[in-house]
C-alpha cells in the first residue's frame, strides 16, 4: 500500500516548456487535489477532483490544467511554463465523507 | 475570506521543554481544523483533526485544542524527533492552510 505516489521528484524546466506531473493513489479515495507551496507561504489550492470526472478551481488555476484520468490518478499540467511556477507541489486524496487529506512526497518545479 | 495565520513562525525549544504553538482563524461554516506535521522535502502527514470549540485530540506528547477562533498544538517533553515544521488548515468552503511553525528541539 504505497499511498500517494508522485513523478517526477524534481525537474527544471526552461521557461516556455510544457510537462505534467503525475499523481496516484492506492487508497481508493475519491477526492484528489493539487497544491503549491512556497517559501513563508501555505499550502495553496490549484485544482481539486470532488469525484472522478469532475476537476474545479481552486485558489490559484492560472497557467495550470488538470486531468482526472480514473479514480486512481490526477496529472497537473502546465503548458507554458514560468518562472513564478517554480514551487513545490503536492498532491492530496481523502476519502468521501472524511476531511482528512493524504499527501504525496511532491515535486519540486524550478523554471529558468 | 477564510484566513489561517500560525504563530511563532519558528520556535527552539530544549529538549523537555514544553510550549505550544498557535493557529488563528477565520472561516464561514468550519467543517474542521486540522494539524499537519511536514518533514524538510516530504508532505505533510496528518496528526489530529478537530471539529467545535472545545473538542481536544492526544498523540503522543502533542495535545490540539480548538476554540472559535484558535487552535493550539501543546507539545510537552519535546524530544530532537519532534522537530518539524507543523502546519494548521481549516476546511470551510476550501481547504487553507497556514504558513507553518518551524519547530526545533534541541538535545
Known amino acids: 500500500n504505497a499511498g500517494v505516489t508522485q513523478t517526477p521528484k524534481f525537474q527544471v524546466l526552461k521557461t516556455g516548456q510544457s510537462m505534467t506531473l503525475q499523481c496516484a493513489q492506492d487508497?481508493?479515495?475519491?477526492?484528489m487535489y493539487w497544491y503549491r507551496q512556497d517559501p513563508g507561504m501555505g499550502l495553496r489550492l490549484i485544482y481539486y477532483s470532488a469525484s472522478e470526472g469532475t476537476t474545479d478551481k481552486g485558489e490559484v488555476p492560472n497557467g495550470y490544467n488538470v486531468s482526472r484520468l480514473n479514480k486512481r490518478e490526477f496529472s497537473l499540467r502546465l503548458e507554458s511554463a514560468a518562472p513564478s511556477q517554480t514551487s513545490v507541489y503536492f498532491c492530496a486524496s481523502r476519502d468521501r465523507g472524511n476531511y482528512e487529506q493524504y499527501f504525496g512526497p511532491g515535486t519540486r518545479l524550478t523554471v529558468t | 475570506e477564510d484566513q489561517v495565520t500560525q504563530s511563532p513562525e519558528a520556535l527552539r525549544l530544549q529538549e523537555g521543554e514544553s510550549s505550544s504553538l498557535n493557529c488563528s482563524y477565520t472561516?464561514?461554516?468550519?467543517?474542521?481544523l486540522f494539524w499537519y506535521r511536514q518533514d524538510p522535502g516530504k508532505g505533510p502527514e496528518f496528526l489530529f483533526t478537530?471539529?467545535?470549540a472545545g473538542e481536544e485530540k492526544e498523540k503522543e506528547r502533542l495535545k490540539a485544542t480548538l476554540t472559535k477562533k484558535e487552535s493550539f498544538l501543546h507539545i510537552t517533553a519535546p524530544k530532537p524527533e519532534d522537530s518539524a515544521t507543523y502546519l494548521c488548515?481549516?476546511?470551510?468552503?476550501?481547504?487553507?492552510f497556514g504558513p507553518g511553525t518551524r519547530l526545533s528541539v534541541l538535545p
Open positions: 478537530l471539529y467545535s
Open positions: 488548515a481549516v476546511r470551510g468552503q476550501n481547504f487553507v
Open positions: 487508497m481508493n479515495h475519491n477526492s
Open positions: 472561516v464561514s461554516g468550519l467543517r474542521g
